[in-house]
């Protein structure tokens, strides 16, 4: 088990670029699948992207293809989320895990952040 710490979020306009950074402590990411999730009031945490434990395969949500890219930095023991072209209906709290299998469900993942928010004004 490891303990991640979101970090990066803020308040934006409508264009702007936000990068979030996931640290990991008390063990390390290698090889673990790592993914970003979010969640907005009211709303079903989703999606958002994932990256294999190797860091070749990526996979994105439909919603940010194009826009959101996820990385890893296995010597920082760090997760990124590069988001440009933010838009309004990105406002969320978003969250890392760490999960044994490459998958876009929630429930794959065994380890969670404590969530960074983002909020973006038009």
């Known amino acids: 088990q490891v303990r991640l710490v979101e970090s990066g979020g803020g308040l934006v306009q409508a264009g702007a670029s936000l990068r979030l950074a996931c640290a990991a402590s008390?063990?390390?990411?290698?090889?673990?699948?790592m993914g970003w999730f979010r969640q907005a009031p009211g709303n079903e945490r989703e999606f958002v992207a994932a990256?294999?434990?190797?860091?070749?395969?990526?996979n994105v949500a439909d919603s940010v293809k194009g826009r959101f890219t996820i990385s890893r930095d296995d010597a920082k023991n760090t997760v990124y989320l590069q988001m440009n072209n933010l838009k309004p209906e990105d406002t969320a709290v978003y969250y890392c895990?760490?999960?044994?299998?490459?998958?876009?469900?929630?429930?794959?993942?065994?380890?969670w952040g404590q969530g960074t928010q983002v909020t973006v004004s038009s």
């Open positions: 990256i294999s434990g190797s860091g070749t395969i990526r």
């Open positions: 008390g063990g390390t990411l290698r090889t673990y699948p």
């Open positions: 895990a760490a999960g044994m299998i490459f998958e876009t469900r929630p429930s794959g993942y065994h380890d």
